[in-house]
């Protein structure tokens, strides 16, 4: 059994590798409403590889990437992230996928799984958590606000899957530094 990254009560994070794959297929199969609504329709059959295998473009500075996934007591795949350390900058972290199973959602555990997360990071280097969600995902944009990120720029035109979306870059600091520290940490995301 592999040893978790952080656990809270009835959910474990586990680093995702390879042999993860299958697992991570049933998943998104499982809880297509995500990438319906981003990418205007259901996941393809190699979505699970595509989701683990993904890294920033060549022109995209960043130390690592990490993709764990979230079990329950009986092992079975319950929500999936994907994060970026140091993009573009020492000590921003970004989020690029934070995905809880449909049937656990309005129950508090994507909330106890995020702080969970946001704590690991910190404890990792993370001064500051970025992320990108998708105008019109409600739910998704409801969910960050209520856990303290805040709006730092705006992107155009992102093709995701069938849809070409805009999306709300958002950050929240996780050290006492303020915001004029995070721009100049990411320039991209001046106004």
């Known amino acids: 059994m592999s040893r978790a990254v952080f ?8 680093l995702a590798g390879p042999d993860d794959i299958p697992g991570l297929q049933r998943f998104v199969e499982a809880n297509p409403e ?8 259901p996941p393809g059959a190699g979505h699970g590889r595509e989701l683990l295998e993904f890294v920033p473009p060549p022109d995209y500075p960043y130390r690592a990437k990490v993709f764990l996934r979230y079990v329950d007591a ?9 994060m ?3 993009l573009f900058s020492e000590g921003i972290w970004h989020i690029g996928l934070f995905h809880v199973a449909t049937r656990l959602q309005g129950q508090g555990v994507a909330q106890s799984l995020y702080a969970a997360l946001e704590d690991w990071a910190r404890r990792g280097g993370a001064e500051w958590l970025r992320l990108g969600v998708v105008v019109g995902n409600t739910r998704a944009e409801r969910f960050w606000e209520k856990v303290g990120y805040t709006d730092v720029s705006k992107r155009d035109g992102v093709e995701m899957g069938k849809r070409v979306n805009r999306l709300r870059v958002m950050a929240k ?9 995070y721009y100049n940490l990411v320039e991209r995301d001046r106004a």
């Open 34 to 41: 995500y990438h319906e609504i981003v990418c205007g329709g």
């Open 173 to 181: 600091p996780l050290t006492g530094r303020g915001w004029p520290d």
């Open 84 to 86: 970026i350390e140091n």
């Open 74 to 82: 009986a092992g079975e795949n319950v929500g999936v992230t994907d």
């Open 7 to 14: 656990e809270v009560p009835g959910y474990r994070a586990l």
